[in-house]
């Protein structure tokens, strides 16, 4: 077929504004892939901060089919409501908190040991494992002799005074900024939770602002659902957090172990983890139980069983029935990596990311697969 001559540069001027465009479309692909990759640890905490507002206006909606009050009034009432309760949690537990907490940490040091120590003897190579106990040397000879060391009855050198205060500051300084750092985490988290939760519609309008004009009702249909997706997916994962605590805590208290209640604490919050939270507390309440003697660990191991069918056949399904169905395989598959690239930010987010993979795979399965096909 031939191109009149008049059509032809109309039709240079269209490939070249297509090669134009698809190379710019590359290109700032590539920039936002190479951004995420060097602030993943930013991304992802924006993103957590996200899931608290979503989780906060989820509440707060829930609050106003009861009560026809304002949008703020209702966040505040549901944001003083938790901060009640995790005041009586604190104030009644608080003391048992901290005193089971360092009882329980001492107790896994002093399993990891015997377990360790068990390995070694029958054969097993437990080098890999870092437990920060490492053995003196074997004999004089290859031992390294200690750097100036201070004659018997005199203070030591002002070069071992400078080095010992220089490691002590050292640490000193990396706990101080590891403690600031994690503060100034969950400060940051709460202020997005709560500023997303104060105004859902401007951001919700400000996201469609940046979307072209013919394309911002597919993009409304997506931002809406994935948003329905994470607030169900969240109200049901809550449920199953507090199930699993309370179960969990009371069948270790009727058992006998020690430190049941923080083990309860902890077998919630790993919940919020599909799989790989659950193998963790599993590991943790045995080997706690380990020290009450064969007979409760077995009985500790036979409760995490049951827990764990609890939560994967009978609450899971049933609460998050019309939230997600993202077969398990593809889930593990997801938080290894996540986990592998972006470490605990990645794999406690897991699975709300791929919820809203889906969503969007879904949707333009459901509306751009028929449209594709008529226009062929």
């Not at 920039?31 to 996200?50: D, K, N, P, R, S």
């Not at 329980?104 to 015997?114: C, G, R």
Request: aromatic share 8%; hydrophobic share 55%.
């Amino acid at each position: 077929m031939t191109i009149p001559a008049d059509e032809r540069p109309r039709t240079r001027t269209d490939l070249a504004w297509a090669i134009s465009v698809g190379g710019t479309g590359v290109v700032l692909f590539t920039t936002l892939l190479v951004f995420t990759w060097y602030f993943a640890a930013t991304v992802l905490l924006i993103f957590a901060g996200m899931l608290l507002g979503v989780g906060l206006n989820a509440l707060t909606n829930a609050l106003g089919r009861r009560m026809h009050l304002p949008h703020t009034l209702r966040l505040a009432i549901v944001c003083i409501g938790l901060a009640l309760v995790l005041a009586g949690v604190a104030y009644l537990g608080g003391a048992t908190i901290a005193d089971q907490a360092s009882v329980l940490s001492k107790t896994i040091k002093s399993q990891i040991t015997n377990v360790k120590s068990f390995l070694d003897s029958h054969g097993i190579d437990t080098s890999f494992f870092d437990l920060g106990n490492t053995a003196p040397a074997a004999s004089n000879d290859t031992a390294a002799p200690s750097p100036n060391p201070a004659p018997h009855g005199q203070l030591p050198g002002a070069g071992a005074l400078a080095s010992s205060g220089g490691a002590i500051v050292s640490q000193t300084f990396k706990l101080l900024l590891g403690t600031i750092s994690a503060v100034g985490n969950i400060f940051i988290v709460l202020f997005l939770g709560l500023a997303f939760a104060a105004q859902p519609g401007v951001y919700h309008d400000g996201l469609l602002f940046l979307v072209p004009a013919r394309h911002r009702t597919h993009a409304t249909l997506i931002i809406d659902r994935i948003g329905e997706t994470l607030e169900r997916w969240l109200v049901a994962q809550i449920i199953v957090m507090l199930a699993v605590g309370v179960v969990t805590w009371i069948g270790l208290a009727l058992i006998g172990i020690p430190g049941s209640f923080i083990l309860g604490i902890q077998a919630g919050l790993l919940a919020f983890i599909p799989t790989v939270g659950a193998i963790i507390a599993g590991v943790v309440v045995v080997l706690a139980s380990l020290a009450s003697g064969w007979i409760p660990a077995l009985s500790a191991f036979i409760l995490f069983l049951g827990v764990h069918v609890m939560e994967s056949y009978v609450l899971t399904p049933l609460l998050q029935r019309q939230a997600l169905d993202i077969p398990p395989a593809t889930l593990f598959a997801f938080q290894i990596l996540l986990g592998v690239v972006f470490g605990i930010w990645g794999l406690a987010l897991a699975l709300p990311l791929v919820a809203i993979a889906k969503v969007m795979i879904d949707h333009f399965k459901t509306y751009e697969a028929p449209a594709l096909a008529e226009a062929a």
